[in-house]
């Protein structure tokens, strides 16, 4: 990052992907155009992924379609497969996709419906497929361990960020998907992927309880990586988690406090009271 930047992504996709409701079209734009207005220039907005599995998410062509142009704006959507692939590359509006890769193979089964084996000729697809035309994020999740008994070490995961720098992925983020890792495994690994490829590129995307966010924050900064993503009021994070308490890191108490160690987002700070409230009432209302 340039001088003192800090790279902030807004996932509201994350925020409502596990809404019970669906939230109307038009309300969706809104509230990203309030985000863009603040000054939020990394979004994480949508997905492309069967309407059967995630209904909250059929709307992506509409949603993109409705918003103004990036103009130097990141506008990220997920996709777990060929089809979602194909949407991506045909949807107006769109900068990147992003790819999730469990390093743990139940959850990667879960998650996407194919093996780890399986998984890294999507990869490869992706990147010939987006070259040029789309920027291409893989979300390692699962970065940090597992609850499924799975194999995990530190160099597994600097392995798994090895191989896919081969195969031309750049931007890899490092994701907490159920909230579990402490301050320490999180600076841990993160020291060691910074010690073997350096920082650029490299992000966080961590799931925590209220408690412990700045301490897990703390930690990512500490290791040299300046890429952090969460959702305003904390909404989100893992529906299989089986702890309500953990969510996304919360927009509204992190920047600030980015901001007072001299780190700059570009966000309007003053906006984020009311972005917040907003967010908790769309999970109030469509939860």
């Not at 904390?234 to 299989?240: A, E, K, L, N, R």
Request: glycine share 10%; with cysteine.
């Amino acid at each position: 990052m340039e001088g003192n930047a800090i790279k902030w992504v807004e996932c509201p996709r994350d925020a409502w992907q596990g809404f019970s409701r669906l939230i109307p079209t038009e309300e969706k734009v809104a509230f990203l155009r309030r985000l863009l207005e603040a000054g939020f220039a990394h979004l994480d907005l949508t997905s492309f992924v069967s309407p059967k599995w995630v209904p909250q998410m059929a709307d992506a062509e509409e949603v993109l379609r409705a918003l103004p142009p990036p103009e130097g704006r990141t506008y990220l959507a997920i996709v777990a497969n060929e089809k979602g692939l194909e949407r991506a590359l045909a949807a107006e509006n769109l900068t990147h996709v992003g790819y999730p890769f469990s390093l743990s193979e139940t959850f990667q089964r879960k998650n996407t419906n194919r093996s780890i084996k399986d998984s890294w000729p999507l990869v490869q697809e992706m990147v010939e497929r987006t070259r040029g035309r789309l920027g291409l994020v893989v979300y390692l999740s699962m970065a940090f361990g597992n609850p499924y008994g799975d194999p995990w070490s530190v160099e597994g995961v600097l392995e798994a960020i090895a191989r896919l720098r081969e195969m031309g992925v750049q931007e890899i983020a490092l994701a907490d998907t159920y909230g579990v890792a402490d301050p320490k495994r999180i600076h841990e690994v993160f020291k060691a992927a910074v010690d073997r490829f350096g920082p650029e590129g490299l992000g966080a995307h961590l799931h925590a309880r209220p408690e412990g966010v700045l301490a897990k924050v703390e930690a990512v900064l500490a290791a040299g990586v300046f890429w952090l993503e969460g959702a305003l009021a904390g909404v989100g994070g893992c529906p299989f988690a089986g702890d309500e308490l953990v969510g996304n890191l919360p927009t509204e108490h992190v920047l600030p406090f980015l901001e007072a160690k001299g780190l700059r987002t570009g966000v309007n700070l003053s906006r984020l009271p009311l972005l917040a409230e907003e967010a908790a009432r769309l999970k109030a209302r469509y939860a």
